[in-house]
């Protein structure tokens, strides 16, 4: 009997070693990966100078004298990023709610799955798709010489986060105690206010961390993009072709050396930096949330 307790208590140990050390593994992966941003990408800032590259409005990194401000790349991630999540957000929150809350369990069953296979198309079928549909779409039904736009940018983006933001919003739902939609019916609240009063509330944290993933897949994404947008570095506007910080670095990087390279790295420490502070400030909403 002793050795049986023993036994197990030893097999925990080297579980929960197990567990930290692959924590550990994760927690320096992170941090190997902004020590070499921030190494690669501060140079090139410096030389430049801070003003002119954030604020500059003219990126030509192969002309003479080269250029490099990245405030178009900037504006078009921040209205890019904003737009997809105006239209993705309330679709796909209502979408989690209606499935977790109203739809039968066979609706429930053949939509999750529906929503599974989105979220593992390839991101170039996404811009693929795109390209050969949406964008003549833009091109006829607005009469735009070019349909590869900032709109077009925006409503593919929207549709990629949809998986992310259903799928964690439906679980966080789900795991609501029915206790406290019981005890609100009891008390005179209708179905609908008791899971808009009741219900998302409770799960406000899952559902928030389901808009930050959204959000950071909506951010990151370069392939989709690169092929609706136009790629073209002009500041942002909603029928003109535009670039983002992450196709500005996928389609110069593979050329480029010297300045040219670091300030691609400088792009990437600014979308880093971006990132960083989008995730505080939704930790800090939360935080204020709870305090309430």
Do not use: C, H
């Amino acid at each position: 009997m002793k050795q049986s307790k023993s036994l197990k208590r030893t097999v925990e140990r080297v579980i929960q070693t197990i567990f930290l050390l692959l924590g550990l593994a994760t927690v320096g992966s992170v941090l190997l990966i902004t020590v070499y941003i921030i190494i690669s990408g501060i140079p090139a800032i410096r030389e430049i100078g801070l003003v002119d590259f954030l604020f500059g409005k003219k990126w030509a990194s192969t002309a003479t004298p080269p250029s490099y401000g990245i405030l178009p790349f900037i504006l078009t991630s921040v209205y890019g990023t904003g737009g997809a999540i105006l239209l993705g957000v309330p679709v796909g929150f209502l979408t989690a709610v209606y499935l977790s809350k109203v739809a039968p369990k066979r609706v429930k069953e053949i939509v999750s799955e529906a929503v599974s296979l989105l979220a593992g198309i390839p991101s170039v079928v996404y811009g693929l798709v795109g390209m050969l549909v949406l964008v003549p779409a833009i091109r006829s039904v607005f009469g735009v010489p070019d349909g590869a736009s900032l709109l077009a940018a925006i409503i593919v983006l929207s549709v990629m986060i949809l998986p992310s933001i259903v799928k964690v919003s439906i679980t966080a739902l789900d795991a609501v105690p029915e206790e406290y939609e019981q005890a609100s019916l009891a008390l005179g609240a209708t179905k609908m206010e008791t899971w808009f009063r009741v219900s998302v509330p409770a799960a406000k944290s899952g559902i928030a961390a389901a808009i930050v993933l959204g959000v950071g897949r909506a951010i990151g994404e370069a392939m989709a993009v690169m092929m609706v947008s136009g790629n073209v570095p002009n500041m942002p506007e909603l029928f003109q072709s535009v670039r983002f910080l992450t196709t500005a670095v996928a389609s110069e990087m593979s050329y480029s050396s010297g300045l040219q390279r670091q300030a691609l790295f400088s792009i990437a420490l600014v979308l880093y930096l971006f990132i960083l502070l989008i995730n505080a400030v939704f930790n800090m909403l939360l935080k204020g949330g709870k305090k309430q």
